[in-house]
C-alpha cells in the first residue's frame, strides 16, 4: 500500500507500508523524500517518525550533490551516450538527435542551465530522447535475460515513473520505466530479473526474493543497495 504525505519542510513525501517490516525507514530518492513502513502502522505514527529523523535527513539531503548540466556534458545510457549541445536552429525547444549510439540533446543557445524549470525542462527532452532507443536496445536485453532464466513475458511495455521502475501485470505483461536506460547492465538486470519473478510469485515474499537472488548469481543485496545510491541524471 502507498500514499502521499505532505511536509512543509520535504514536500510530498512518499509512504509504502510492507509487510515484514519492524522499523519505520527513510531516504532520499533523487530530489524526493521516501519513507517505508511496516503494514498497519498509522499515518500519526509515521509523522512523528519524520518529525524524529528530520535532522539527520536535513544532514544527508545537504550532502546530495545537486543535479547539474553542461554543454558538452555526456551522459552515459544502456547501450548509447547522450551528449548535451548548444543549438540555434529552434529557439524555446529541445532538439533530439540520433546517430547510432551516438545520440545528442540539443539546448536552445543563452538557456540558463543552473535554473530549476530548466533542468526539468532538459530532464524530459532526455527522457523522451531515450525512450525512442527501449524497442532496439533495452527490451531485446530484457529478452535474452528472460530466455536465459527460463520465462517469456507476454509483452514488454514502456513506463513512464522513476520510483517505479518496472510492473508486472496479472497478464504477464512487463513495463520497464524509460528511466531504466540510464542505469549500468548490473542494475538493469536487477530491475529485468525482479519483474521476471514475478511471472512467478506475484508478491514480495521470501520466495520471490529467493528467486531474484537466483536470477542474479546471489547479488540481490548489493545491487538494491547500489541502485538505493544511483546518482540519476534526470529529474
Given amino acids: 500500500m502507498k500514499y502521499y504525505v505532505d511536509d512543509k519542510e520535504f514536500g510530498r513525501v512518499l509512504i509504502t507500508l510492507r509487510r515484514g517490516m519492524r522499523h519505520i525507514t527513510a531516504r532520499w530518492q533523487d530530489e524526493h523524500l521516501e519513507m517505508s513502513a511496516p503494514l498497519g502502522v498509522m499515518p500519526a505514527d509515521v509523522r512523528r517518525s519524520l518529525d524524529n529523523l528530520r535532522p539527520r535527513l536535513r544532514q544527508l ?13 555526456q551522459i552515459a545510457c544502456f547501450g548509447c551516450t547522450i551528449t548535451l549541445v548548444e543549438q540555434n536552429k529552434v529557439a524555446s525547444r529541445l532538439v533530439l538527435g540520433r546517430n547510432g549510439p551516438h545520440l545528442t540533446l540539443g539546448i536552445p543557445v543563452g538557456l540558463d542551465l543552473t ?12 527522457l523522451a530522447l531515450v525512450e525512442g532507443e527501449m524497442a532496439d536496445r533495452l527490451f531485446p536485453y530484457a529478452s535474452e535475460v528472460a530466455r536465459e532464466v527460463g520465462v517469456c513475458p507476454t509483452a514488454w511495455q514502456v513506463g513512464r515513473g522513476l520510483r517505479k521502475l518496472g510492473h508486472c501485470t496479472a497478464k504477464g505483461e512487463i ?3 524509460r528511466s531504466v536506460m540510464f542505469l549500468p547492465e548490473r542494475l538493469v538486470r536487477l530491475v529485468v530479473c525482479h519483474e521476471l519473478a514475478h511471472l512467478t510469485h506475484m508478491n514480495h515474499s521470501p520466495q520471490f526474493h529467493a528467486l531474484v537472488n537466483a536470477y542474479l548469481h546471489g547479488t540481490e543485496k548489493v545491487l538494491e543497495r547500489e541502485l538505493k545510491h544511483f546518482a540519476w541524471p534526470v529529474m
Fill in 61 to 73: 539531503r545537504l550532502r546530495r550533490p545537486p543535479l547539474s548540466y553542461a554543454i558538452g556534458q
Fill in 175 to 177: 513495463q520497464l520505466s
Fill in 115 to 126: 535554473a530549476e524549470p530548466n533542468k526539468k525542462f532538459i530532464s524530459r527532452g532526455l
